[in-house]
């Protein structure tokens, strides 16, 4: 069994987009380097490329030039079902605008990834429930995404993100749509499954409660890596790190 | 935990590691369809309109001939039914095209308007064949639904019109009988066209519906996240 210090690292990895002429290098040369089971929140202003960096580790979209690694294997170097085969069951995403199918019950949605790996369905219907009750929904798994909650409809989308037990969390600004306590609380639930669950965690983020609970914060702007901060420097200078956010 | 990538480089060449049955693709292509009522009414109701349309024409050039044979049996006039017939083909034949180009055409835009959920579904592991094959099938089902209520309805207006003309319902019963339209001698009764007609309904709506799934289904997820609607 291998086992890799690294679970994510990036080479290079460059996106640009020609808009009207211009280029735009909404990723430039970034070079990242993501241990497993740690939690990374990416920072930084709008514009600056997190959701660009978020698209390209998880394999969404293709870089312009540059390489992303996972566990030392060329994203690029996948064919199609690998790839699907990747996001079904290694990668699970979380997004701002919480993306449930809305024709769907919660449960629906939480078990149509288990159902993609393969799953029968009565295993699928037991561990759905049972990933429902973990984000404190195990009431509502009837209930369509419109009948939800901002905060619920996250919950829900984090049950879905676990189904298959991945051993990554992409989110993108996953607080970003929710008020400040509701935030606050799907980040302890992201916090929580991170070391219960050894998962390792890349959250996009403009939300400064995400930095207490970061092992690292990769700070970009203008698609570069600005500064990477550990968890023991950063409570010395979350003053300051508030006054730049301004 | 082993390598996230271990099982993924270990099974190359192992197809279907990812698998969406056809007993849940149906039901969530049931869900589709009934959750959204309104719009799945809209997708079908060019191919509801067209097959309605076919199975009016069809009725009339039967119902012509049951008339033309009451008329001469009671007045002694000979009528000529059939000149009526090549006319009436040529004029389901447009309506069939017409049908197609409105169904491409919502098609389209329900596939437009899903963007975002199948950006979603890829990043649950769905497979460009899923996306593909959940459109078709929607597209088929609605295109059969669509066009068994459009011959019913088709027919049934037309009956109405013919009561008079045809001895009342004893006549409406031969009409339905008997011969609709005649190729090459031999005739097809009404009921069979009208079945072909239902069936040619869901196969045009899978046909137009091949290329705006197709193209749903290639785009990179990113691309298919950002769009809003
Ligand atoms: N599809 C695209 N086409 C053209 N330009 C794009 C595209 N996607 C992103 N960009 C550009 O790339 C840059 C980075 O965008 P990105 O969405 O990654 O920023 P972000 O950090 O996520 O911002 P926000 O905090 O507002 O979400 C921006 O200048 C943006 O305009
Ligand atoms: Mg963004």
């Known amino acids: 069994m291998s ?244 | 935990m082993g390598s996230v990538l271990e099982d993924v480089a270990g099974k190359r060449g192992i197809e279907k590691q990812i698998v969406l049955p056809w007993s849940k693709a149906l039901q969530m292509t049931r869900e589709n369809i009934f959750v959204r009522l309104g719009r799945s009414a809209i997708t079908a109701s060019g191919i509801f309109l067209g097959i309605a349309f076919l199975a009016a024409v069809l009725f009339s050039a039967a119902g012509q001939r049951v008339a033309a044979a009451v008329i001469e049996r009671d007045f002694g006039q000979a009528q000529n039914p059939e000149e009526f017939q090549a006319r009436i083909i040529w004029l389901a034949a447009m309506s069939l095209v017409v049908a197609t180009v409105g169904i491409v055409n919502s098609m389209l835009m329900s596939v437009t308007e899903r963007y975002k959920e199948i950006g979603t579904m890829k990043c649950l592991g769905a497979l460009d064949t899923f996306i593909v094959r959940l459109f078709l099938l929607e597209a088929g089902l609605l295109g059969i639904l669509g066009s068994a209520l459009g011959a019913f309805v088709g027919a049934g207006i037309t009956m109405l019109f013919f009561v008079g003309r045809v001895d009342g319902w004893g006549g409406i019963l031969e009409t339905w009988a008997t011969t609709a339209v005649e190729i090459g001698g031999t005739g097809i009764p009404l009921w069979l066209c009208i079945i072909f007609g239902v069936m040619l309904g869901g196969i045009l709506s899978v046909l137009a519906s091949l290329y705006p799934a197709w193209r749903a289904a290639k785009m990179p997820p990113a691309a298919a996240l950002r769009s809003e609607f």
């Not at chain 1, 991945?166 to 929710?178: C, K, Q, S, V, Y």
């Open chain 1, 3 to 246: 086992v890799y210090e690294y679970i994510v690292r990036t080479k290079d990895l460059s996106k640009f987009y020609t808009l009207g002429g211009t280029e735009v290098r909404a990723l430039d040369d970034v070079a990242l380097d993501i241990r497993r089971g740690e939690y990374v929140s990416i920072m930084g202003p709008s514009g600056s490329g997190k959701s660009t960096l978020f698209n390209m580790i998880g394999g969404l979209d293709k870089p312009t030039k540059g390489t992303v690694f996972i566990d030392e294997v060329d994203m690029a170097q996948l064919t199609a079902s690998e790839l699907a085969f990747l996001r079904c069951r290694k990668i699970g995403y979380i997004f701002q605008t919480f993306n449930l199918i809305p024709v769907m019950t919660a449960l629906e949605n939480v078990t149509l990834p288990m159902v993609f790996a393969g799953l029968t369905t009565d295993d699928a219907l037991d561990k759905g429930m049972q990933l429902l009750k973990t984000v404190g929904l195990g009431e509502r798994y009837d209930h369509k995404p419109t009948e939800l909650s901002g905060g619920q409809q996250q919950r829900v989308a984090i049950a879905r993100a676990f189904a298959n037990d991945p051993a990554i969390i992409l989110a993108d600004e996953p607080t970003g749509n929710l008020d400040l306590r509701t935030g606050k609380e799907i980040i302890t639930l992201l916090k929580q499954m991170n070391e219960e669950k050894k998962v390792t965690v890349i959250s996009a983020t403009h939300d400064l409660k995400m930095i207490d609970v970061s092992d690292r914060v990769v700070w970009i702007r203008d698609g570069k890596i600005e500064r990477i901060e550990d968890r023991k420097d950063i409570d010395l200078q979350v003053g300051q790190m508030e006054y730049e956010e301004e």
